[in-house]
């Protein structure tokens, strides 16, 4: 077992990390102005404006099935260089098709873009470059090979062809699949495709490449023991792969092309799963890792070979939210991480081959202009990556350069747009910028209205906020109605737990987005107003739009009405109800049931326990978000009953019926991920019947068991023709997440 010490005391911190081991950040310019964050760095030949790089985030479904660039996609990168970004990274482009089967889709199409399959794709790359360099950006492509064993199984069926690897490992979808061990002559025609890839993106203007060698992608299973366990041939040799690889590039590209390189200083499975990685068919065959001093001796060789920078972070799929870290995770989270790569490239004295230092770039939730700053002050990196951030707000950097820190759009950690929703098989967005990857068809000005309305919105959730700037800024009168004494809606019990500070710093934004709004005479907010058809029939509105939100639903179950019974809401509302309770039992395994689990175990210390109906806890929840939560749920000791219904609550117990078979699946398995529900695994173990009823201890019950639309006053008000034009947006509509409120509210409210 890899035992690095500092991966074991992060892996550990990253639990309770709000109990003093990290800071807490909000967007504050205590450090304005931010004379580090906004110098030069030169990187090879090339001198970058300032040291805000955009991270890579797959920009899948962006171009044509062709591969090649389209508007859409160069609109989305553009938008980030008008923004002020120094260095822009694409996604993932492989050069591995024919090689690796998953990258590619049904009839030689593709879902990531490409610069490999005809001279077609290359105007693309031509116009992305001329536009971005237009607004005094860099940008670098990143080059995959490809996918291996973290790719879609589906080429099984499509193809029928296995997945493939370095060495036979298990794919991460549907561990029953094998793939295919890679032939050496494979692996050298990948290493000729990196440098055919490059040479082409150097004569398309592309400023640099961008190894994506992390996170168990193929490059990393060829070079990682934990993967490679090869024992004849060069590729035995895990160090092999990525220096031929830049070397190649060297060679097709000359000195003077930046080479960049994305690695994992550890997969850090070994500190994440301990003794129990032996325990696990699907990890044991990856518990010799590299250590973190087989890492560092790897970045020496690969810098003699050509690389000019590098960022660092942690993890693989197996703990997807280590590189993915997602909202409940502290901010910085990696700076000690690239700290411990400066330290060491300073006191081996390493250069690159242009004679400079190595820069290294700090990842990890690292949007807060204060955070940014001091990282580069204390020299924890060189340079800052952003990707979710500018996902946020593209204007992240002009913003921060200016002094306006407040009017920073902050991302929420939440994956719904980012990841989640090319997943499911949209492409990349954001929750709270609606505009995000749609610059293409939503121009930043928005259109004026030909007819100014006298507009009523009804509640002062995200959904109600936004439709009121979209309203405002189009020229409409606009009335914000609340019946509660603040605006925020759900996201005021939401951001209580310490683990949703990127809620909370959320929150604070709309309402000084509100506070401004204020300023304008078309603006009016009614707080403590109870809305109803009678009332507003009396304004003479000409448009009233409902977003009044959902609540817990109610459940059929006998007790149900003990006043030991409260919901999550009624929980994070009033944390003094638990002053005297120990025993705290959740209906409910969602999100809402386990992030409350989370913050009545870790914050306030009680003994927690989780009744679930589903197989599986968190399902419709992003991997990384759901991995960490329910990681950490169980190093906490709260105990999880999945497959178990409720039968009666009493004064001080929950009796339940539980499915107790061996079949029955691990609720706290986060080495695998839950697939979409369109995805049918014909692999899957079929689960059989043993039921047996269980007592528990229950001094509260907690009802998390989903939400409804809180829609009577839509209904009310059509039926009564309170207005000309009636709109049910956001939760009201359909109960979902600040995503779905936020899309729906700004194209609703920008055709009005």
Same mark, same amino acid.
């Given at each position: 077992?890899?035992?690095?010490?500092?991966?074991?005391?992060?892996?550990?911190?990253?639990?309770?990390?709000?109990?003093?081991?990290?800071?807490?950040?909000?967007?504050?310019?205590?450090?304005?102005?931010?004379?580090?964050?906004?110098?030069?760095?030169?990187?090879?030949?090339?001198?970058?404006?300032?040291? +805000?790089?955009?991270?890579?985030?797959?920009?899948?479904?962006?171009?044509?099935?062709?591969?090649?660039?389209?508007?859409?996609?160069?609109?989305?990168?553009?938008?980030?260089?008008?923004?002020?970004?120094?260095? +822009?990274?694409?996604?993932?482009?492989?050069?591995?098709?024919?090689?690796?089967?998953?990258?590619?889709?049904?009839?030689?199409?593709?879902?990531?873009?490409?610069?490999?399959?005809?001279?077609?794709?290359?105007?693309?790359?031509?116009?992305?470059?001329?536009?971005?360099? &237009?607004?005094?950006?860099?940008?670098?492509?990143?080059? *995959?090979?490809?996918?291996?064993?973290?790719?879609?199984?589906? /080429?099984?069926? *499509?193809?029928?062809?296995?997945?493939?690897?370095?060495?036979?490992?298990?794919?991460?979808?549907?561990?029953?699949?094998?793939?295919?061990?890679?032939?050496?002559?494979?692996?050298?025609?990948?290493?000729?495709?990196?440098?055919?890839?490059?040479?082409?993106?150097?004569?398309?203007?592309?400023?640099?490449?961008?190894?994506?060698?992390?996170?168990?992608? $193929?490059?990393?299973?060829?070079?990682?023991? &934990?993967?490679?366990?090869?024992?004849?041939?060069?590729?035995?040799?895990?160090?092999?792969?990525?220096?031929?690889?830049?070397?190649?590039?060297? !060679?097709?590209?000359?000195?003077?092309?930046?080479?960049?390189?994305?690695?994992?200083?550890? $997969?850090?499975?070994?500190?994440?799963?301990?003794?129990?990685?032996?325990?696990?068919?699907?990890?044991?065959?990856?518990?010799?890792?590299? *250590?973190?001093?087989?890492?560092? @001796?790897?970045?020496?060789?690969?810098?003699? &070979?050509?690389?000019?920078?590098?960022?660092?972070?942690?993890?693989?799929?197996?703990?997807?939210?280590?590189?993915?870290?997602?909202?409940?995770?502290?901010?910085?989270?990696?700076?000690? +991480?690239?700290?411990?790569?400066?330290?060491?490239?300073?006191?081996? !004295?390493?250069?690159?081959?242009?004679?400079?230092?190595?820069?290294?770039?700090?990842?990890?939730?690292?949007?807060?202009?204060?955070?940014?700053?001091?990282?580069?002050?204390?020299?924890?990196?060189?340079?800052?990556?952003?990707?979710?951030?500018?996902?946020?707000?593209?204007?992240?950097?002009?913003?921060?350069?200016?002094?306006?820190?407040?009017?920073?759009?902050? /991302?929420?950690?939440?994956?719904?747009?980012? +990841?989640?929703?090319?997943?499911?098989?949209?492409?990349?967005?954001?929750?709270?910028?609606?505009?995000?990857?749609?610059?293409?068809?939503?121009?930043?000005?928005? %259109?004026?209205?030909?007819?100014?309305?006298?507009?009523?919105?009804?509640?002062?959730?995200?959904?109600?906020?936004?439709? /009121?700037?979209? #309203?405002?800024?189009?020229?409409?009168?606009?009335?914000?109605?609340?019946?509660?004494?603040?605006?925020?809606?759900?996201?005021? %019990?939401?951001?209580?737990?310490?683990?949703?500070?990127?809620?909370?710093?959320? $929150?604070?934004? #709309?309402?000084?987005?509100?506070?401004?709004?204020?300023?304008?005479?078309?603006?009016?907010?009614?707080?403590?107003?109870?809305?109803?058809?009678?009332?507003?029939?009396?304004?003479?509105?000409?448009?009233?739009?409902?977003?009044?939100?959902?609540?817990?639903?109610?459940?059929?179950?006998?007790?149900?009405?003990? !006043?030991?019974?409260?919901?999550?809401?009624?929980?994070?509302?009033?944390?003094?109800?638990?002053?005297?309770?120990?025993?705290?039992?959740?209906?409910?395994?969602?999100?809402?049931? /386990? @992030?409350?689990?989370?913050? $009545?175990?870790?914050?306030?210390?009680?003994?927690?326990?989780?009744?679930?109906?589903?197989?599986?806890?968190?399902?419709? *929840?992003?991997?990384?978000?759901?991995?960490?939560? #329910?990681?950490?749920? @169980?190093?906490?000791?709260?105990?999880?009953?999945?497959?178990?219904?409720? @039968?009666?609550?009493?004064?001080?117990?929950?009796?339940?019926?539980?499915?107790?078979?061996?079949?029955?699946?691990?609720?706290?398995?986060?080495?695998?991920?839950?697939?979409?529900?369109?995805?049918?695994?014909?692999?899957?173990?079929?689960?059989?019947?043993?039921?047996?009823?269980?007592? #528990?201890? &229950?001094?509260?019950?907690?009802?998390?068991?989903?939400?409804?639309?809180?829609?009577?006053?839509?209904?009310?008000?059509?039926?009564?023709?309170?207005?000309?034009?009636?709109?049910?947006?956001?939760?009201?509509?359909?109960?979902?997440?600040?995503?779905?409120?936020?899309?729906?509210?700004?194209?609703?409210?920008?055709?009005?």
């Amino acid at each position: 077992m890899v035992t690095d010490k500092i991966l074991f005391d992060l892996e550990n911190d990253f639990g309770n990390w709000f109990e003093g081991k990290f800071l807490t950040p909000k967007m504050t310019k205590n450090l304005y102005p931010y004379k580090n964050l906004f110098s030069p760095i030169k990187v090879n030949n090339l001198t970058i404006k300032n040291r +805000i790089v955009m991270g890579p985030m797959g920009n899948i479904n962006l171009a044509e099935e062709t591969g090649r660039p389209n508007q859409k996609m160069i609109s989305y990168f553009i938008e980030r260089a008008k923004g002020g970004v120094g260095l +822009i990274t694409t996604g993932l482009i492989p050069v591995s098709y024919g090689i690796d089967p998953t990258v590619k889709e049904v009839g030689n199409l593709s879902y990531f873009p490409r610069i490999d399959r005809s001279r077609t794709v290359f105007s693309g790359w031509r116009e992305l470059t001329a536009g971005v360099h &237009a607004h005094g950006a860099n940008i670098f492509i990143q080059l *995959t090979a490809g996918l291996g064993r973290v790719g879609n199984p589906q /080429c099984l069926v *499509t193809q029928f062809k296995l997945p493939v690897s370095a060495s036979c490992n298990p794919n991460f979808y549907m561990p029953k699949i094998p793939c295919k061990r890679l032939s050496t002559g494979k692996i050298k025609k990948l290493v000729k495709n990196f440098g055919q890839a490059s040479a082409d993106a150097k004569a398309m203007n592309l400023d640099g490449v961008y190894l994506h060698g992390h996170e168990g992608y $193929l490059m990393e299973q060829l070079t990682n023991p &934990a993967y490679n366990r090869r024992k004849l041939g060069r590729y035995s040799d895990w160090q092999a792969f990525g220096i031929d690889v830049v070397k190649e590039i060297r !060679k097709r590209t000359g000195p003077k092309f930046p080479i960049m390189y994305r690695i994992d200083l550890s $997969l850090a499975l070994n500190a994440t799963y301990g003794k129990k990685i032996d325990e696990i068919s699907t990890l044991k065959k990856f518990k010799y890792e590299r *250590t973190i001093e087989q890492t560092l @001796e790897y970045m020496a060789n690969l810098v003699k &070979a050509g690389v000019d920078m590098f960022d660092v972070d942690l993890g693989c799929y197996d703990n997807w939210w280590l590189p993915h870290p997602p909202a409940s995770m502290p901010s910085g989270c990696y700076l000690q +991480i690239a700290k411990i790569v400066k330290d060491y490239f300073k006191e081996q !004295k390493i250069l690159s081959n242009a004679g400079l230092p190595v820069p290294i770039v700090g990842v990890g939730k690292l949007g807060y202009p204060d955070l940014a700053e001091q990282a580069l002050r204390d020299d924890m990196c060189d340079m800052i990556m952003l990707a979710r951030p500018l996902l946020a707000d593209a204007e992240w950097p002009n913003k921060a350069y200016r002094g306006d820190v407040q009017d920073i759009s902050p /991302c929420i950690g939440c994956h719904e747009g980012c +990841i989640k929703e090319f997943v499911e098989g949209g492409h990349p967005q954001c929750a709270v910028n609606p505009r995000t990857a749609f610059e293409d068809i939503f121009e930043k000005d928005l %259109p004026v209205a030909s007819v100014k309305k006298k507009i009523a919105v009804i509640g002062a959730g995200p959904a109600g906020i936004i439709a /009121c700037q979209t #309203l405002i800024e189009r020229g409409h009168k606009v009335d914000l109605i609340e019946k509660n004494d603040q605006i925020g809606g759900n996201l005021i %019990p939401a951001s209580v737990p310490k683990i949703k500070y990127e809620l909370s710093n959320y $929150l604070q934004y #709309l309402r000084y987005k509100v506070e401004k709004l204020k300023a304008n005479q078309n603006f009016k907010l009614l707080l403590n107003k109870e809305a109803n058809s009678s009332w507003l029939k009396t304004q003479k509105y000409d448009c009233i739009i409902c977003a009044t939100g959902s609540n817990i639903g109610k459940l059929n179950i006998p007790g149900i009405e003990q !006043k030991n019974v409260i919901t999550v809401t009624d929980a994070l509302n009033n944390p003094n109800i638990f002053k005297n309770a120990k025993n705290i039992v959740i209906l409910g395994g969602g999100d809402s049931g /386990c @992030e409350t689990a989370y913050w $009545l175990s870790y914050e306030l210390k009680k003994n927690v326990t989780i009744v679930e109906i589903a197989p599986t806890l968190m399902t419709n *929840t992003c991997t990384a978000n759901r991995g960490h939560i #329910l990681h950490y749920l @169980e190093k906490a000791n709260v105990t999880a009953h999945n497959l178990s219904t409720i @039968e009666f609550i009493g004064i001080n117990t929950v009796r339940i019926t539980k499915n107790c078979h061996k079949t029955v699946p691990n609720p706290y398995n986060t080495w695998e991920p839950v697939l979409p529900e369109n995805i049918k695994n014909p692999l899957a173990t079929k689960i059989h019947e043993k039921i047996k009823k269980i007592e #528990l201890p &229950a001094d509260i019950v907690i009802l998390a068991a989903g939400t409804k639309p809180s829609n009577e006053l839509y209904f009310e008000l059509v039926e009564k023709h309170t207005a000309p034009e009636i709109y049910n947006i956001g939760d009201s509509f359909k109960p979902g997440k600040v995503f779905t409120a936020i899309k729906y509210a700004y194209r609703k409210s920008k055709e009005i």
